[in-house]
């Protein structure tokens, strides 16, 4: 080939290497928090940030894509999945220019100094209450992606919305978990979606809510990940020794059933209340730090579940703080890692909120690691050299 053809196909082929270099993920790694704010006592937005650093927390979510969050993010290289509250969907079910207005205010102008990974549009819309956002959420969803793949955003920012365990008919055993019929008139186009453009399915799923409903047939244990004899799925002959995974297999079950096999799962809620009402079995201190320190540690082995083992599980632990505005029973507001003053609500390997002078200097803005980085360098120094040769 000529010189000028030559050239151009080593401009296309550093693009392409460069746009995947560049290419941003919801979700690193496997462990996330939910940063809710439902609350008039937390530390402020830039405390929360030193806070989660100290943590070495990377993924964390918001309900709603406050200004002065993103703000506080900024640089940090935590990333974060925003919120478009239930509130909004009617409107942007309408047309792709609200969704469009909606990220020139939130998203685009944050970017890419704050690390806004993903967008749920909704949260438990399908199997709750309001049947008119059951009717509105899926021209929503394609509104907002429609609106930023005409901003260029697509492949930075993932397009989602979690359900609740209210979209299944049952749960157990694992195997046998299908979508309630009047959910998957809605939820089977929205799947066809979301497989279309590479988006998991995200579920709320609490061994804590399974437990309290029916302490008398679930085994305490089987709910914290402790020693016991846990239960085997006669139809796949699969054991399990720990609730988690079977909620998370359950979802597997029936994205399967609903012909999506290869739909990656991920927790976008999970959590333990260490306070309840005197009806509200299991919330307790000592039952939430063995919860959640034993699914950090069941994370941070970064295996996949008995039905999908080459899926990593990864969750979002719910919640950060203690929410003290929460409406319902006491169980609501007591779902915290960390108290409202950033000290920890119990010992599950975390530091309390340290004073901002004692906190390591910030890193401006990373997107790409070390491998990447070395691939991407010694492409431009090839580039270099042959555009030299000409």
């Known amino acids: 080939m000529g010189s000028s053809s030559f050239f151009l196909w080593l401009l296309l082929v550093f693009s392409a290497i460069s746009s995947n270099v560049l290419t941003v993920y919801a979700f690193k790694g496997t462990y996330g928090v939910n940063y809710g704010r439902i609350a008039d006592n937390l530390p402020s937005p830039g405390s929360v940030v030193t806070l989660l650093k100290a943590a070495k927390i990377k993924n964390t979510r918001i309900y709603d894509a406050d200004h002065e969050v993103l703000k506080a993010f900024k640089g940090s290289g935590i990333e974060i999945i925003i919120g478009l509250g239930n509130e909004y969907l009617k409107e942007m079910s309408v047309g792709e220019d609200r969704a469009m207005d909606w990220i020139k205010e939130n998203v685009q102008p944050f970017l890419p100094g704050t690390k806004i990974v993903g967008i749920a549009v909704g949260n438990e819309i399908l199997g709750g209450g309001d049947h008119e956002l059951w009717e509105v959420l899926l021209p929503s969803v394609k509104n907002v992606y429609g609106a930023l793949g005409r901003l260029g955003l697509t492949k930075v920012v993932e397009v989602s919305s979690p359900h609740s365990e209210a979209v299944f008919t049952n749960s157990f055993p694992p195997s046998a978990c299908v979508f309630k019929d009047d959910v998957l008139v809605y939820m089977k186009p929205l799947l066809q979606f979301f497989s279309k453009i590479g988006s998991p399915f995200y579920i709320n799923a609490y061994p804590f ?75 307790s201190l000592e039952n939430a730090r063995t919860y959640n320190r034993n699914l950090r540690k069941r994370l941070a082995k970064k295996k996949g579940t008995p039905y999908r083992p080459k899926f990593v599980a990864r969750a979002y632990i719910f919640a950060l703080f203690n929410e003290n505005l929460k409406p319902g029973p006491t169980s609501e507001r007591n779902f915290g890692l960390f108290k409202a003053d950033g000290s920890i609500a119990y010992d599950i390997g975390f530091t309390g909120l340290k004073d901002s002078s004692g906190a390591s200097s910030l890193i401006p803005f990373k997107v790409i690691g070390g491998s990447s980085c070395t691939l991407l360098l010694t492409t431009c120094i090839t580039l270099q050299l042959l555009i030299s040769a000409f």
Not at 241 to 249: I, P, T, Y
């Open 209 to 283: 809510l399974a437990y309290k409903s029916d302490p008398e047939h679930i085994d305490i244990n089987y709910a914290l990940f402790k020693s016991n004899p846990g239960i085997l799925d006669s139809k796949t002959n699969l054991h399990y020794d720990n609730m988690f995974e079977a909620q998370v297999d359950a979802a597997y079950a029936a994205l399967e059933k609903a012909g999506f096999p290869k739909m990656e799962v991920i927790v976008s809620e999970t959590g333990w209340a260490s306070r309840g009402d005197a009806d509200e079995a299991g919330a």
